[in-house]
Nanobody, 121 residues
Framework: VQLVESGGGLVQPGGSLRLSCAASGFTFSAYEMGWFRQAPGKEREYVARISYSGDTTYYADSVKGRFTISRDNAKKMVYLQMNSLKPEDTDVYYC???????????????WGQGTQVTVSS
């Protein structure tokens, strides 16, 4: 099983980034997917999640209206489009997968290695 994130980097406040997560080794279309973030010394924070079919999405209040999660089951990819970025969005971003409905936030089955996002002028 692998989840490999990419797309992180340095961006100015107000800018945009698109994170990607490539999945392999499990039945991707049967898993709920999510994005999380974590700063050094802080707990990992839930950002967004998407149902296995892609029909339903949920967001943390801190990113609602600015971030969009999507998935492509044929390509086994999940994405996080991040717009209107703020310095407080600076974190390592992780994608995660959960095979049981309702468990993505508290107990995902798989984690990626993370990608750094830095928002700074």
């Amino acid at each position: 099983v692998q989840l490999v994130e990419s797309g992180g980097g340095l961006v100015q406040p107000g800018g945009s980034l698109r994170l990607s997560c490539a999945a392999s080794g499990f039945t991707f279309s049967a898993y709920e997917m999510g994005w999380f973030r974590q700063a050094p010394g802080k707990e990992r924070e839930y950002v967004a999640r998407i149902s296995y079919s892609g029909d339903t999405t949920y967001y943390a209040d801190s990113v609602k209206g600015r971030f969009t999660i999507s998935r492509d089951n044929a390509k086994k990819m999940v994405y996080l489009q991040m717009n209107s970025l703020k310095p407080e969005d600076t974190d390592v971003y992780y994608c995660a997968a959960a095979g049981r409905i309702g468990t993505i936030i508290l107990s995902p089955d798989y984690w990626g290695q993370g990608t750094q996002v830095t928002v700074s002028s």
